[in-house]
């Protein structure tokens, strides 16, 4: 960002610096605003996704959303990963080494994408791109710091829901792990059985989690 030299800043400059801000503020509300619209209308979604770590990994997979609250990142063959959201809980398992990690999905920075009931105009923000076919939206809970922020990431384009493509997002946790997904092939609308969002359990003496 360029810093701008008090010494040449002209009086007119900075009065309408004061009349500016509502407009922006209108605009920005207008955004949002049109973001939870988008969340609220997509029902249903598949994709193809591309994630990456903060040490440069990459891998791929296929994701699987339905509304309220349920997601699933089936990763590419030979990764024996599994991320589950089953409308309440996001569950991570590791089936390599038989391993199981739940948290509530309010808890997680993907809450914000996955809870229509939100209301993304107390606790979101547009994020400036300097490409007006680009919305970023960031999102996280002032109250709640340790719950992560998520920054999403759209295309405008009048053929998806709320004229928004969501084309991936950023999420930074407590720890500052940062995961980025950049999604492809979007299909909305699509049928998706409640079945898709169970796994089975890899632990010793366990069970089929959700039947």
Do not use: C, H
């Not at 960031?138 to 922020?149: L, S, V």
């Not at 792990?177 to 909305?188: D, E, K, P, W």
Request: glycine share 8%; proline share 8%.
């Amino acid at each position: 960002m360029k810093r701008i030299s008090l010494a040449l800043a002209a009086a007119p400059v900075l009065l309408a610096v004061p009349l500016a801000a509502p407009l922006v503020a209108q605009q920005d509300q207008s955004e949002l605003s049109r973001v939870n619209a988008y969340i609220r209308a997509v029902t249903s979604m598949t994709a193809d996704f591309s994630q990456t770590d903060r040490n440069g990994q990459t891998l791929t997979g296929q994701l699987t959303l339905k509304q309220p609250g349920k997601i699933r990142f089936q990763y590419q063959k030979g990764v024996p990963l599994l991320i589950v959201g089953d409308g309440k809980a996001l569950t991570m398992i590791d089936y390599e080494v038989r391993q199981v990690q739940r948290w509530p999905i309010g808890n997680s920075p993907l809450g914000a994408l996955l809870d229509p009931n939100k209301d993304l105009s107390k606790y979101g923000k547009v994020v400036p791109t300097g490409d007006p076919s680009i919305l970023s939206v960031e999102a996280r809970d002032p109250k709640r710091p340790e719950y992560g922020t998520i920054t999403m990431i759209f295309r405008r384009d009048a053929a998806s829901p709320a004229g928004l493509q969501l084309y991936g997002w950023v999420a930074l946790d407590s720890q500052n792990n940062r995961t980025a997904i950049r999604l492809s092939n979007q299909r909305y609308g699509v049928p998706v059985a409640d079945s898709a969002f169970r796994w089975t359990d890899p632990r010793p003496k366990g069970r089929s989690a959700g039947g």
